[in-house]
């Protein structure tokens, strides 16, 4: 709780905020302050979901071409990761890769990882409140050398908790031309 303390005291000023300006407006009342409680709540609710969001860097030209060229290096396998949609398009979601954050997306972004052949294990999870909202996903990948595989994270409320999946892309080729037209993040390197 203390970590969503700043979201919750900007949700209180809000409120505090929103009640006095209708209190002046249309007089006292009850509305006043109801619907100022239930708009600082909801402000509250929506920063907290956002507190696990991080600053993430953009990749450079050179690396976007280079990834957009989909040609593992000798002896790898790629896997690229995309998200896009609606629902938590503003909350960060973390991945990792056996263990090891390698990135944060938010939608619609996508970024390329370079891993040596075998197994491998993506988990995809958001930070913040919404971290708590949502079960992580997980996808075990068996990359090849000189394999490229393109996986779609996508997010959906669900009435008790949200849904988080990871699903391999049916269409390579408008996979592909769907990257083309994200914003590459940077990723970690996914191997130590």
């Given at each position: 709780?203390?970590?969503?303390?700043?979201?919750?005291?900007i949700?209180?000023?809000?409120?505090?905020?929103?009640?006095?300006?209708l209190?002046?407006?249309?007089?006292?009342?009850p509305?006043?302050?109801v619907?100022?409680?239930?708009?600082?709540?909801?402000?509250?609710?929506?920063?907290?979901?956002?507190?696990?969001?991080?600053?993430?860097?953009?990749?450079?030209?050179?690396?976007?071409?280079?990834?957009?060229?989909?040609?593992?290096?000798?002896?790898?396998?790629?896997?690229?990761?995309?998200?896009?949609?609606?629902?938590?398009?503003?909350?960060?979601?973390?991945?990792?890769?056996?263990?090891?954050?390698?990135?944060?997306?938010?939608?619609?972004?996508?970024?390329?990882?370079?891993?040596?052949?075998?197994?491998?294990?993506?988990?995809?999870g958001?930070?913040?409140?919404?971290?708590?909202?949502?079960?992580?996903a997980?996808?075990?990948?068996?990359?090849?050398?000189?394999?490229?595989?393109?996986?779609?994270?996508?997010?959906?409320?669900?009435?008790?908790?949200?849904?988080?999946?990871?699903?391999?892309?049916?269409?390579?080729?408008?996979?592909k031309?769907?990257?083309?037209?994200?914003?590459?993040?940077?990723?970690?390197?996914?191997?130590?």
């Amino acid at each position: 709780m203390a970590k969503y303390l700043p979201q919750i005291l900007i949700g209180v000023a809000v409120a505090f905020v929103v009640s006095l300006l209708l209190a002046v407006v249309a007089g006292p009342g009850p509305e006043g302050p109801v619907l100022g409680a239930m708009m600082g709540a909801f402000t509250a609710y929506i920063l907290a979901n956002l507190a696990g969001n991080r600053k993430v860097a953009a990749a450079s030209a050179a690396e976007r071409e280079a990834a957009l060229s989909f040609q593992p290096p000798e002896g790898k396998a790629l896997a690229y990761l995309y998200r896009e949609g609606f629902v938590a398009k503003a909350a960060g979601m973390n991945l990792s890769v056996d263990g090891r954050e390698v990135v944060q997306l938010k939608s619609p972004r996508f970024t390329r990882l370079v891993l040596s052949p075998g197994r491998h294990v993506l988990v995809a999870g958001f930070g913040g409140l919404a971290g708590a909202q949502s079960k992580p996903a997980t996808y075990d990948l068996d990359a090849k050398a000189g394999e490229v595989t393109i996986l779609k994270i996508g997010a959906a409320m669900g009435l008790v908790q949200g849904n988080i999946t990871i699903t391999p892309a049916d269409d390579l080729a408008a996979a592909k031309t769907r990257l083309s037209g994200m914003t590459m993040i940077a990723a970690e390197p996914a191997e130590a």
